[in-house]
């Protein structure tokens, strides 16, 4: 079988330096567009137009913005409960993520799938799974195709420091070094797993890297809130996969501005833990950069005033959509859209 030569991301070199102008603006642009929407997420939750419960990853925009910019466009994303950033990044509708958490229509599922499992398949986003690891042994599917059909394509599994302490976390690490399959694992280290300080139940240090050894890896521990250092280290396992060389595992140190979920205060965390890690939040410190690489003032307040009026149109689209039909509780059940019982 021929191989087929997979498109390939050029670099962009700009005013700046090796990740280039137009990259920077991109990843500045991602992760505005993941605040502002999931701010407004948290905002429509209290005009009761979304129920129930909802996982942000506010505080956490560079690490999906970092990886999402060194893919390719036919790469596959497999997101977790907090993955509302994960589908955004990768170029899917504003009105269809937040048409989604507002249970319309317009949403990505039809309204159907809600906050924990946002899917686009278009846009190379496998899925968000609420089960905690689930998706760490579904992403070797993609790649393992990947592999078998010399596509080039490479699979990119997010997952939370809790799952590293999980079967799945190192059946899957496993499977991946043996096979030699182009996935990279990314683990986004936000030191609680739910509640819990993930320091207080796990062995190591560093929940992902410290374990990497164990199969062969290397050890990779980076900024989550740093997109450009996020974005080197994605090109780096890209090119690893793309040429048949195995896996790569990256823990990416960052932190949530808010509770696991709507419905907790984080009255957990230690005092003035929050305060220091806002000190590190990743869009004002980008920004800054832009503007220290030669970026003029008016393109980047121009960015932000365009992200917050496409953010304002989807708002509306949305609340013009209809909630959907009941009669669609009935589709897409099986591979062929039914839902009639199939021996």
């Known amino acids: 079988m021929a191989k087929k030569e997979a498109p390939k991301k050029k670099a962009k070199v700009g005013l ?15 992760q505005l567009e993941v605040r502002h929407v999931e701010q407004r997420a948290h905002d429509l939750f209290f005009q009761n137009l979304i129920k ?57 599922m039809n309204g159907k799938g809600g906050s924990m499992h946002l899917t686009s398949v278009e846009h190379g986003v496998m899925g968000s799974y609420a089960i905690i690891g689930a998706h760490l042994p579904i992403a ?11 596509t080039g394509q490479v699979s990119v599994c997010y997952f939370g420091d809790g799952a590293a302490n999980i079967g799945a976390f190192h059946e899957s690490l496993n499977y991946a070094v043996v096979e030699k399959l182009p996935v990279v694992f990314v683990c986004e280290n936000n030191l609680y797993m739910e509640y819990t300080p993930i320091d207080s139940v796990t062995a190591v240090e560093h929940p992902a890297a410290d374990r990497a050894s164990a199969y062969g890896l290397p050890r990779i521990v980076v900024d989550g809130n740093d997109a450009d250092e996020v974005y080197r280290t994605a090109v780096i396992a890209f090119e690893k996969a793309r040429a048949g060389d195995g896996p790569s595992l990256v823990e990416a140190m960052t932190y949530r501005h808010s509770g696991h979920s709507r419905a907790d205060p984080a009255t957990y965390r230690p005092d003035g833990e929050l305060d220091e890690w806002l000190k590190k939040d990743p869009i004002p410190l980008y920004r800054q950069r832009l503007l220290d690489f030669g970026v003029k003032e008016d393109v980047v ?11 304002d149109e989807a708002t509306e689209i949305c609340k013009a959509s209809p909630s959907p039909q009941k009669e669609i509780a009935f589709t897409d059940v099986w591979a062929d859209g039914g839902a009639s019982w199939r021996n």
Not at 16 to 30: A, P, Q, S, V
Not at 140 to 150: C, D, F, H, P, V
């Open 52 to 108: 129930g419960t909802s996982h942000l990853s506010i505080g956490q925009e560079a690490i999906a913005a970092g990886f999402a910019v060194a893919m390719n466009p036919d790469d596959y994303s497999f997101g977790t409960h907090r993955g509302h950033a994960q589908t955004l990044v990768r170029g899917a509708p504003i009105s269809g993520v937040l048409g989604e958490l507002m249970g319309r229509e317009c949403g990505l």
């Open 16 to 30: 700046n330096d090796d990740i280039g102008e137009e990259n920077r603006l991109e990843m500045y642009r991602l």
């Open 301 to 311: 307040s121009g960015m932000e005033e365009d992200v917050i009026k496409a953010v």
């Open 140 to 150: 070797l599917g993609t790649a393992w195709q990947a592999q078998y059909n010399e």
